[in-house]
């Protein structure tokens, strides 16, 4: 207890006591005060001393040696006489407001124009682009069976469908084009003429300069009592006109060099007849003419210009009959031999084309048939002569066989003149004029046909085409009795894809 009562005693007495000098502001760690020790002062004359009677008098604070960083002004303080912000008008003078330089917007890109708005688009298969489509007409013939002499009209019903497909490949190319269909006459069923016919091709590009190709095809066609050479008063039977039957390939490549184009291709076709029952009940024997075509042709052109290219083209092929001997007992092989000299043409897309003169020569095995020769004129041009008019001529030229009796073959031109007109972008007006000749050797026959024709297409969209159509027909051969003249009327709806 009394060490207790001694320690409490001492520290009344430390606490009363100022020692030698009073602690100043910066003894009890103020901030921003950093005085160094005053002298010592006389008691009654220092700062904190007060006299009796009086209270004690309030410290006197010094600044700072670093002074507080100025006020920022608050968000939102830039408006005008606000704290911070600018100065507001003055003499009541509003400053002109203020304008913002925007950036130049680009023109806005135009539509691309499409210059078939009514073609069909077609569907997506792979990388391969299939374009579908079936086609019902209705019409009337003034002659269906082609016959000589007055002839009962009869309307007629005629369906097809096909398709065509193209390849989207960057390198090589693929093309397909297909179509098939019957016309059923409805007074005079032996008319009736199934059709068909497609083709198929590639091309495989190793490189840039060389390629190779190929080619498929056949054909269905009907043929015609005149075309048989059966003379006046001969129809066939309730069997119908028989059929001729076509196909064969085509395999080869193409080498370029430089300017210089060099290509060499073998082909192969098969013609096949069907036998035809005559109204008597005669059968002409028709199926002894099948027969086969091994060729090989070579070609050379030159690119003189982009828009020039001559070019020279060869031919040399043989034909093979399967019985040997046709049901007449002629030996029809033979050998056949066509030169051509032409020039392709591509004037900036207002005329492209080809074009080619020359001459071919057939050698029969029987000697009884003589030689077939004759001039040769091709050509497949295309003058667009305005955005709306687009005049087409093409013309073809072969050395073909035949199933007449002692006619060793005919030498058949064919020429089409076509005018295509769009009145508007859905309603187009189509022109033609075609003109063939059939001269044969062995035989004085000579035949013209003559066909003139007008077709209008009315597109209501992209897969819906309107179609009507007229033509008039006139085959005229110096053999009596065999000229005939058709008249041929459609209307018909084609849905396409």
Known sequence: MIGIATCLVAGAALSQDPGPADLGPADLGLKGVDEPDAPAVPAGEGPNDSQPGEAPPKPKGEPAKTPLPPLRPYKGAERLDQRGGPAGPKDGVTPSPTIAALPTLPPPKRPVRDDKPFDP??????????????????????????????????AFLMSQAGFVVDSDWSRSALHGDF????????????????????????????????????????????????????????????????????????????????????????????????????????????????????????????????????????????????????????????EGVAARLGAEVDLAGILTGSLDVGYGERDYQDPRLPDLASPLFDASLVWNATGLTTVTLKSTSSLAETTIRGASGAAQHATTFEIDHALRRYLTLTGTVSYATDAYAGMPLRDTTTTFGLVASYSLNRDVVLKASASRQFYVSNQPGTSYAATIVMMGLKLQR
């Open 121 to 154: 688009l077609g569907v997506s298969v792979g990388d391969l682009r299939l374009k579908p489509f079936v086609e019902e007409d209705l019409g009337w013939s003034s002659n269906p069976g082609l016959l000589p002499g007055p002839q009962k009209g009869s």
């Open 179 to 334: 179509k098939g269909g019957l016309t059923d006459y409805f007074a005079d069923p032996s008319a009736d003429a199934p059709f068909a016919n497609g083709v198929v091709n590639g091309r495989w590009d190793l490189s840039r300069a060389l390629s190779f190709d190929g080619e498929g095809r056949f054909a269905v066609t009907t043929m015609t009592a005149g075309s048989l050479g059966l003379g006046p008063n001969v129809a066939f039977g309730s069997s119908g006109a028989p059929l001729t039957e076509t196909y064969g390939a085509t395999v080869g490549g193409d080498r370029t060099f430089g300017r210089l184009d060099l290509s060499l291709h073998g082909s192969f076709d098969r013609t096949a007849y069907e036998n035809a029952t005559l109204s008597d009940g005669a059968v002409d024997e028709l199926s002894s003419d099948v027969f086969t075509d091994w060729g090989l042709r070579g070609r050379a052109s030159y690119r003189v210009s982009a828009t020039l290219r001559p070019f020279v083209d060869v031919l040399v092929d043989a034909r093979r009959y399967d019985s040997g001997v046709d049901q007449y007992g002629y030996q029809r092989n033979s």
